[in-house]
């Protein structure tokens, strides 16, 4: 590290995740040769962390370890981390976001616990009532972005036109898209199907005075086939949506692993053509994907699968780097700004007193 | 046919369908193989229909053509169907169900003018405020049983407790089940999560006097995990659902066809595999499922594809046949009686004037 010269901070709670601190610390190091413009601080306990990090130069020369006492386990209610987690990594790991001492946090911890702390400490952007959670979708063209993934239950029209504003910005910083097209997901393609939000919704989109790409309305098939590059709903059906997915790989997957074991052709096959099965495997792969954004706090926060290996960390710290170069919140908050309608000058009327 | 002995009348809507009516004639014939029980009544133009019935044999012994005039367009609206579209085969033969000549009708036309008509011709059953559109979708242990798949946008806890009732009947007619387990889609299983709605009714399936099997909530992945054996879910949610999964599955088709034409070895690895890859293609197959119901309306009406060939124009109507025959509506109507709480005796005040 060359004295003087400027580095983006990233805070790591380095005791969230099922195999923490092992792979946020090697997931860290490749970060490092990643990313060339960054440096940690290590949110968790010294005794465990000192020695590990020894072993690994390159986080040793980039990083600071930062003694925290607590740790909050992947079964502890949000309600409960958030008022007896205030010594734990995850908690203070955050705070320094708040407190400028970082860009940005990535954990791989609780994400109910996450979500509420990042709520509590970061605060939400002006003119947002609502954090989402928008992570990445594999598609025909490549990938999408969809949000809210459950931050909330309910959302009304406002809501889904923030998302909207939020989506885009995450988009534009991701996936390094220009002007991100945006879907509205609803049960049919026509204006007039849906129920009275997302219509709502669709007319502000229209009506917005953003430079927001809005395509309008898409069905639950375009999410994969790519039709937009933002996909737009509340955290209800994006939950179900995200984890229907998912499922249905996974249904998929036992189908052809139990299809191809199912005699010696197949497995001959199977063998063979295994290299295009592999590909096909890592084109699915959730870690390459690795990294959601709660979307609309006043501070970058992103959560890592908890299972999440090392390149899968790696993935998580890269895209809080994204979203930090290039200034998402900043972003956010001048689409906001102008998508608040100007207030007409008040006038006097004419025929009152003085 | 031996004079005397009774037969099940099918009325089929011959004109509907991207195939219609080819592929409508030939399924029928599958089905009279398939259930010799049964009859129909084809509705569409004679002129068209004569000729195509008169060879084929079975069909011409077994099926009486009504002839009618109008035909609803795939891309006619609903509004419009339901008021123009009287004199059509889709009106008429639902029409037939309502007047007793039938005992359920089956179509690929429009879906939804046939929601319309089949609402306003046959009406909701007693207690039923909205129907729903339920289907089968692949699990890992088999197939599960998913409603609303869009009939409404929106439902209250009632509605989800009705639907969950249907959804129960039909999974012992169409599955041949004794006791299936009921879930209700939420964004997690514990009891705290979720909306408003799906908490509701939480409530009203755990305490119901029906001998309902409730499991709980389920989420996304439980669907093609085959966690239950009905997931009850809103219009929206569950439209959603279904097109994701189909996109997905789409999405990962096209990644193996891809992987499987990039080289000479893939190539030789898939011709081997082709047997294993032919199977999960038919464990997929949108067509050995097909048959969608309107549930709770005053008769069976069953939505094919639109784009059914005559095998999967076949499976719709042997759905039609299994709700028939285990009598899927005295069912329902007798589970919502037992499910209205017995209304107190009016007691008289006895301050009261005589």
């Known amino acids: 590290m060359s004295p003087g010269k400027l580095q983006l901070p990233i805070a790591l709670d380095a005791m969230g995740g099922d195999s923490a601190p ?11 040769i990643r990313h060339p413009g960054i440096r940690f601080l290590l949110y968790g306990n010294r005794h465990i962390l000192e020695p590990l990090v020894a072993r690994i130069p390159l986080l040793k020369a980039a990083g600071d370890i930062v003694h925290t006492e607590a740790v909050i386990a992947g ?22 976001v708040k407190e400028g001492r970082s860009c940005a946090v990535v954990s791989a911890g609780n994400t109910g616990a996450l ?23 594999p598609s025909l063209r490549g990938e999408c972005v969809m949000l809210d993934l459950g931050a909330n239950v309910e959302s009304d029209a406002h809501d889904l036109y923030r998302f909207a504003i939020m989506g885009d910005a995450f988009a ?10 945006i879907g509205l997901l609803n049960v049919g393609s026509e204006d007039l199907k849906g129920h009275d939000e997302v219509k709502a919704a669709f007319q502000l989109l229209k009506e917005s005075a953003t430079d927001i790409n809005f395509h309008g309305f898409v069905e639950g098939n375009d999410i994969a086939e790519g039709t937009v590059d933002v996909v737009v709903t509340d955290g209800f059906t994006g939950n179900v949506a995200l984890k229907t997915a998912e499922g249905t790989a996974r249904l998929i997957r036992t189908y052809l692993r ?16 295994s290299g295009a099965l592999k590909a096909v495997k890592e084109k699915l792969d959730d870690r390459k994907r690795n990294g959601a954004m709660f979307l609309g706090l006043n501070g970058i926060a992103v959560k890592s699968h908890g299972g999440a290996d090392a390149t899968s960390f790696c993935n998580a710290i890269s895209v809080a780097v994204e979203l930090v170069t290039h200034h998402i919140n900043a972003r956010i908050t001048q689409e906001i700004k102008l998508s608040a309608k100007p207030q007409p000058a008040l006038e006097t009327a004419g025929g009152e007193p003085g």
């Open 115 to 137: 979500m509420a702390m990042s709520k509590l400490i970061l605060r939400t952007l002006p003119g947002i009532s609502r954090p989402a959670i928008a992570a990445l979708f």
């Open 75 to 96: 079964d502890d209610k949000p309600s409960l981390a958030v008022r007896r987690g205030r010594d734990s990594s995850m908690w203070l790991s955050i705070e320094s």
């Open 22 to 32: 092992a792979c946020v610390l090697r997931g860290a190091e490749m970060a490092l």
């Open 258 to 273: 139990e299809a191809f074991a199912s005699s010696a052709v197949a497995r001959g096959g199977a063998l063979l053509a």
């Open 172 to 181: 534009r910083a991701v996936l390094g898209l220009s002007r991100p097209r």
